[in-house]
């Protein structure tokens, strides 16, 4: 368990259902130059074997009672 840093609770706090503080990217893939051509099934299979030897993919924001402090990471 690990408590949220005050940069990532400042994100947090300031977002709203009208205003998203999250950081995102688009990724365009080219399978042309996979060798055999099935590039998706290759993806999907490398990201269900990698998936769980990295923590931020399995822990979900656990929150204080009573807003006493900052959220905490814990494995999910």
């Not at 365009?28 to 993919?57: A, C, H, N, Q, Y």
């Not at 822990?59 to 204080?64: A, E, G, M, P």
Request: aromatic share 8%; glycine share 6%; net charge negative.
């Amino acid at each position: 368990m690990e408590q949220l840093a005050g940069l990532d609770a400042a994100f947090l706090y300031c977002e709203t259902p009208t205003v998203h503080m999250h950081v995102c990217a688009v990724l365009i893939l080219d399978p042309s130059t996979m060798p055999g051509g099935r590039f998706f099934d290759r993806l999907r299979s490398v990201l269900v074997e990698k998936v769980p030897e990295i923590p931020l993919m399995r822990q979900k924001l656990l929150t204080v009672p009573l807003g006493l402090g900052r959220p905490f990471w814990v494995d999910d």
